[in-house]
């Protein structure tokens, strides 16, 4: 992999992600051994901040840390010298200073990662930036798909929810549509980010990527759901994310899930055998319907699975391993 960090999708060429997918199939066999450890990363420190509430994601980019044999540290907001008003830059030196290899950074501001990492001679890899990016998320939900469908061209991916707040929604419409799939994203009128649809389709033109998909173009926003699930081969539920949420956005959580909410019934609109995705923490019974949460389609437990051997992956590639199976 011939990048220092990796920050969104939006940059990513279908090669590099594919050689990520690739590398995450040979995890997956390491992580299948009696002995998950293995040594790619030996001597090598990585920084987790986490100044954003996060259980998944921290825990799985630490285990797929310590899988490669890194020294790994966590520094969280409270507790560290960013709750004593320490600022971004003053962290980024401290940092540097420390000698951390890789960092992990996970911020409530958009673009937090990017400044760091342009200050920093480590990798830093974003864990969640704001609205704005979630990569590694994209990259297990992409694994996820392929291994549950084979491929992941030519289908049509439907994200429903809070798209609005959704740092995951983002990433994924990048990821998915960088990969010949078609996204359609489909929230409330509120909730819906004017232009994403074409300031994505103007990027992938950019980089090159079909920009339709059998006639339908690569990433497009509805606010009906009916039409959200016709055809839709994946069904991803969103959080509903409540503490980014200006009062006035939802007339209630109730209303919600009566006219969003993910249902048996309503997943009976998508192909069959359609595959649930939904990023974690959930609240059932609001985006997503706990029958459809816990059924034969949902294929959230094995994204939490899937999100190490990604976050391995990633890790390995920025470390300058090569893709292959042999780890
Ligand atoms: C998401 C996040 O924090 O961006 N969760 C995750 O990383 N698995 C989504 C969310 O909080 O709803």
């Not at 990027?203 to 606010?223: N, S």
């Not at 609001?286 to 990633?314: C, L």
């Amino acid at each position: 992999m011939r990048r220092k960090d990796v920050l969104d999708l939006d940059d990513f060429s279908p090669d590099e992600i594919r050689e990520v997918l690739e590398t995450t199939s040979a995890m997956k066999e390491v992580l299948a051994r009696p002995i998950k450890r293995v040594p790619p990363l030996r001597g090598k420190t990585i920084v987790n901040c986490f100044y954003e509430a996060s259980t998944r994601t921290r825990v799985s980019f630490e285990l797929a840390a310590k899988n490669l044999s890194a020294d790994v540290v966590n520094i969280s907001a409270s507790g560290s010298s960013v709750e004593k008003g320490e600022s971004l830059v003053d962290t980024t030196r401290t940092l540097q200073a420390l000698g951390a290899d890789m960092v992990v950074m996970r911020h409530a501001a958009s673009g937090a990662p990017y400044a760091v990492a342009r200050e920093l001679s480590a990798s830093v890899i974003n864990g969640g930036d704001g609205w704005h990016a979630h990569p590694t998320q994209a990259l297990l939900d992409l694994f996820t798909v392929q291994s549950r469908l084979g491929r992941i061209d030519g289908r049509r991916i439907a994200i429903i929810g809070d798209v609005l707040h959704s740092r995951v929604a983002r990433s994924a419409a990048w990821g998915f549509a960088t990969m010949g799939a078609s996204v359609i994203l489909c929230a409330p009128p509120t909730l819906l980010p004017i232009g994403l649809d074409t300031a994505i389709l103007a990027g992938l033109r950019a980089k090159g990527v079909a920009t339709e998909v059998a006639g339908t173009p690569a990433v497009a926003m509805t606010h009906d759901i009916d039409a959200a699930l016709r055809d839709a081969d994946v069904v991803m539920a969103l959080r509903v994310q409540r503490e980014r949420m200006d009062a006035g956005l939802l007339p209630s959580l109730r209303e919600y899930a009566r006219a969003y909410g993910l249902t048996r019934e309503r997943l009976a609109r998508a192909r069959f055998g359609a595959v649930v995705l939904h990023p974690g923490p959930m609240n059932e019974g609001v985006e997503i319907a706990p029958d459809v949460a816990h059924g034969s389609q949902s294929a959230i437990e094995e994204q939490v699975t899937n999100g190490v051997a990604v976050r391995m992956a990633v890790l390995y590639l920025l470390a300058g391993g090569r893709a292959g199976p042999a780890v």
